[in-house]
């Protein structure tokens, strides 16, 4: 399971679903964007973030939620942010599916720079 971004002139980036999950929640959290422009990127559906939207996004990540992280570490679903490392289980019981969630430090990283090279809008597939 994973979410592609893409740009018009063919480049993508493959996202898994935990992390982009979790990078979806924190954006929403924060009220960044409105629920319109938002909400339909949670899953990968073909919709778009215009030019604007696609700087603002790489900016406000970089600015807000890349300095609370260091090098191996990982955001939770909470905005918490933890050194310990995923250890792949994958929990089903309906108060533990949080667990299964996590962006991190490198995938966040990855998912700046690409959003600043786009250079224009970026679909989520």
Known sequence: M???LCTADGRDLKV???????????VERAGWFDEDTWA???YNGGVELDAAATARLAELLATEV???MRPGERALL??????VPDDGTFYRGEDELW?????DH???VA???????????VSVQ
């Open 78 to 83: 909470d905005g918490s942010i933890t050194d």
């Open 2 to 4: 994973s979410v592609h």
């Open 40 to 42: 339909p990127l949670r």
């Open 16 to 26: 898994n679903a935990w992390n982009w999950g979790t990078l979806h929640e924190l």
């Open 66 to 68: 890349l300095p609370r």
């Open 99 to 103: 667990k299964n969630y996590s962006l």
């Open 111 to 121: 998912i700046i720079e690409f959003l600043r090279a786009a250079g224009g809008p």
């Open 106 to 108: 490198d995938v966040l």
